[in-house]
């Protein structure tokens, strides 16, 4: 299953005009419903995507997975004209039940005013964690041209 990520053209512009720092900033990552297709037009900030992210409990806590930048930080590359954000693994562990199925993720900029998605995460398949059971999203990084 091939794992695919989508900047959101929000998160572009907020980069682009400076309101975003991701040296500094905070980012966070949410498990999203089976439902959820991400649309890098019309989801913008966290408000966009609200609805669709798994309800608190059984060990989800809404907007509560912080991602913690690895050392050494951003990273350019010339070579591959782009630059990369690289993030720690972040674990989701069901307690008291299983969490709902998740087939995606979203990351937010939680720094900005807005809560800008940075991007929608398509896993490919829905996961179902359960109870006593986790699910670890691995090597996470954005990049961009």
Do not use: W
């Amino acid at each position: 299953m091939a794992v695919v990520v989508t900047l959101s053209n929000h998160y572009k512009y907020q980069r682009d005009i400076g309101n975003i720092n991701a040296s500094s900033d905070i980012f966070k990552i949410i498990l999203m419903n089976t439902t959820f297709a991400f649309d890098p037009d019309a989801h913008a900030t966290l408000a966009d995507v609200t609805a669709n992210q798994l309800a608190t409990g059984n060990g989800y806590t809404q907007n509560d997975k912080t991602l913690v930048l690895t050392s050494p930080g951003v990273i350019e590359s010339d070579a591959n004209n782009r630059s990369e954000i690289p993030f720690n693994n972040v674990t989701f562990t069901a307690t008291g039940g299983d969490f709902p199925a998740s087939g995606s993720a979203c990351i937010y900029d939680d720094t900005t005013s807005d809560d800008t998605i940075v991007g929608g995460v398509d896993f490919g398949a829905d996961h179902t964690v359960v109870e006593d059971q986790s699910m670890q999203l691995q090597d996470i990084a954005v990049y961009s041209s």
